[in-house]
């Protein structure tokens, strides 16, 4: 694949941030360092097939300056987050980082050790324990918590502990209210279209190194082996709970409607050491992730921090999150948490002040400006968010896609938006000399506009493909934030590659087995190709037998409805079945055992005959 170096202005641009910036600030560096003990002999982690699901190796030329093609800001950033190893937080806290998106904490007591976000994958989660072991014995697990509901931080549990440890009562496994529901439906409802974007985000098709991958921002990327989970057997539920594990009691905070919809911080007094999940860590985070979910509510956020600082503020001697390192001796903590607070408070407010004035989210997002304290503050950087789209995203959160202008309520799709713009400037030999002009002056942002539309009206053009790829690779190497990068170059990729899919899986099988029937009638609805099933007039009766459950449902006017009651006989089939023969016939096995049939099995043919499943590779950057 052919790249480029990069271009003038993109060299000026990264070359005025180092002047810009406070890059002789070096505390970092030194805190990343801090309690050091080990890595890995071997940085590569196998799946029990061999296939490499984590090579932390591959970011090991994450060393000295940054190059012209990468912004020195998320090369300092990416330099820091791919430090792998175990690292002492404080005697009896422990944390390895860099071998997984997130970090997987350990936290001992009296006999054992309680594990906190077991990553994404059993094969990542494991070798993080082996680790820990390798270097402070071989304690047995007490509890895992889960502190939100996002898959890098539940996913590896079974790599760790199995389902009958937890049944017999030898590990609890704690969360926050409502985790498994929030975890599925995020994990099932959209998730190819999300799983499909996050390749982009996380640049999972992207090579590693100075002109592709640096890192994402909040960690390097996902890990691709086997994700789990199993349910928790303590769920919190109110701020000042506290509970007790091998002798450590833990007292935690809600925090729901934050960076996820199911989350929460915890204090250890024996250590004096605040969690705060993912809602305060080393970057601006995202109020709406690229990868696509529902807008977050940054005064929610802000208020949860400040609530944290009066809770935990006057005791606590160090923080530790999610991701990245931790901060350590409480006045710094005060700090830290006061800027984050302040950042997320700060782009929601005036946000709402700009937009009672009439601005629209992309208007805000050129005009605000963040105060110097926050400007000048590391972790305030938008290595994952970004001020420009945590602001589009409050106002999307606020007034919805419809901006007001009326011209606006009502536009062409993109593609036939782009033929009539591509026919009214001239055709699409001048739409490309115009964007060459622009990507000549150095305004990759106008000429990335001219050139989706010429892209859009003209796929098959090779010339636009290749200007539009050019383009997109500049605008790449100047991004300061991780995922804009990785969107940015995946997106070149694919115009000069052709479509790379979706490279890691979105519905693991251990996941879906967490689907209530209810998840999983709404899962099959939204798979129903409505007018296909304009027509249909069907009815079933489904009783889960191993669940005590029975569901009426009906397929009229291409929507699937689901009722819990008992069969009356008056539809024309009923089905008997076990959850996980239910998932089987889901997926579409009508042969397999375990499916007891009384009446017309025809009806449920025709229902299956009109599911449309989502597509994992559909274009992005083509029409």
Sequence with gaps: MTRHDASDAII?????????????????????????????????IRNASG???????????????????????????????????????????????????????????????????????????????????????????????????????????????????????????????????????????????????AGYMYGAALERGPRGSVGAGLGQTTSTGESTLIVPTVEIETTGQTHTVDGLEIEFQMAPGTEAPSEMHFYFPKYRALCMAENATHTLHNLLTLRGALVRDPHVWSQYLTEAIE??????????????????????????????????????????????QGLQGAEI????????????????????????????????????????????????????????????????ERVLELAQEAFDAGDFRWAA?????????????????????????????????????????????????GNFGTPSVTNPVQILAQLTPEQLFDAVAITVDGPKAWDLDLALDLTVSDLGRSFHLTLRNGVLVHVEREPDGSAPLHLTLTKPRMLALVAGDLDSAGLAVEGDLGVLQQLLAVLSPGDSAFEIVLP
């Design 449 to 497: 506009t001219l050139l989706d539309h010429a892209v859009f009206a003209e796929p098959g053009d090779a010339q636009a493909k290749a200007q539009y790829a050019d383009t997109l690779e500049q605008l790449g190497y100047g991004a300061e934030s991780g995922p804009w990068r990785n969107f940015f170059l995946s997106g070149a990729t694919e115009l000069r590659e």
């Design 12 to 44: 000026a641009q990264n070359h005025a941030l180092l002047g810009s910036l406070p890059f002789e600030d070096d505390a970092d560096f030194a805190a990343v360092e801090r309690g050091f003990i080990g890595t890995l002999d071997d940085p590569k």
């Design 365 to 428: 997002a050129e005009a605000i400006q963040l105060p110097p304290a926050l400007e000048n503050a590391w972790h305030a950087r938008g290595y994952y968010g970004t001020v420009s789209h945590n602001v589009k995203a409050i106002y999307q959160r606020y007034m919805g896609w419809f901006d007001g202008n009326p011209a606006r309520l009502w536009p062409h799709p993109p593609k036939a938006q782009a033929e009539r713009y591509v026919e009214a400037m001239g055709g699409i």
């Design 51 to 197: 296939e490499v699901v984590w090579d932390a190796s591959t970011y090991d030329f994450l060393s000295g300056d940054a190059p012209d093609t990468v912004n020195p800001s998320l090369w300092r950033q990416s330099k820091l987050v791919a430090r792998h190893g175990l690292f002492e937080v404080v005697p009896g806290l422990y944390q390895v980082r860099g071998l997984d998106l997130s970090v997987m904490s350990f936290i001992e007591g009296d006999t054992g050790v309680i594990v906190v976000d077991p990553l994404i994958s059993t094969e990542t989660a494991a070798a993080a324990m082996a680790l820990y072991r390798e270097h402070r014995g071989d304690r047995p697990i007490s509890a895992v918590i889960f502190t939100h509901s996002h898959i890098d931080h539940f996913g590896g549990v079974q790599g760790i502990v199995d389902q009958a440890q937890v049944e017999a009562g030898e590990v609890e496994i704690i969360a926050p209210e409502g985790l498994v529901g929030h975890a599925v439906a995020e994990n099932v409802y959209a998730g190819i279209a999300m799983g499909r974007r």
């Design 311 to 356: 809770r935990f503020g006057g005791e606590a001697e160090v923080l530790f999150a999610s991701h990245h390192w931790p901060t350590w001796g409480n006045a710094e903590i005060v700090e830290f948490l006061g800027l984050q607070r302040d950042l997320y408070g700060y782009l929601h407010d005036q946000t709402l002040r700009m937009l009672n």
